[in-house]
């Protein structure tokens, strides 16, 4: 498939334009890829840009992640990342035929997140037009994922079996009933003189049972 001059942004040549050109020139667009596969697919984007000689339009591929810690069933903690955006990853670009083909053609990639272009004649859907995100928002984007504090994440839902380690009411067992990762706490009820008692515990408290 190929596009009307109109569906891009840039429509100079990119072999009469200087890579400092270039690289001002380029936006960032968010591309939709199959659930999982974001950085397989980033390492297939960077093979590929340097395979198919389209350097000097497709500048960088970015996976925005935020840093979390996830506590493990025995109580440590494990430093890890976070997606910002599960199903998508950023691409920076100069858009035109070749540059659409060697995204689009990706595996894994499903499509570019944009305006739906209806069909010209016949029935069925048409096709996507990319859209590039604002300066604005890529800004807001990368901030937040330089910014953002460690977001402690568990293991554990309403309604998982706990047993309490330490504090007050350790050997205790019980029912979670709320998480707050942002607190790094959960609420359980806990038997206590024969009665359900609502308790707040922290994650580093209790350990899920299987």
Not at 16 to 25: D, I, L, P, R
Not at 152 to 164: C, Q, R
């Amino acid at each position: 498939m190929t596009f009307a001059s109109d569906d891009f942004q840039q429509n100079s040549a990119p072999e009469e334009q200087s890579e400092e050109t270039s690289a001002k020139n380029g936006r960032w667009y968010a591309v939709q890829v199959a659930s999982g596969c974001e950085k397989r697919v980033k390492a297939n984007l960077e093979q590929r840009i340097e395979t198919l000689d389209v350097v000097n339009r497709i500048f960088q591929i970015e996976i925005p992640q935020t840093p979390a810690i996830r506590l493990r069933k025995d109580g440590s903690r494990q430093s890890t990342e976070e997606k910002v955006f599960p199903g998508y990853v950023l691409v920076n670009m100069l858009m035109d035929d070749d540059t659409w083909q060697v995204i689009k053609n990706t595996p894994n990639v499903i499509n570019f997140v944009g305006a739906e272009q209806k069909r010209r004649y016949g029935r069925g859907r048409g096709h996507v037009k990319p859209l590039p995100l604002g300066n604005a928002e890529v800004e807001r984007i990368f901030k937040q994922a330089q910014e953002q504090e460690p977001i402690v994440k568990i293991d554990m839902a309403p309604g998982d079996k706990i047993l309490v380690l330490s504090g007050p009411f350790k050997d205790f067992e019980g029912e979670v009933i709320e998480v707050s990762p942002e607190r790094s706490k959960l609420k359980a009820l806990l038997s206590i003189f024969g009665r359900d008692t609502p308790v707040e515990l922290e994650f580093n408290q209790v350990q899920k049972e299987s």
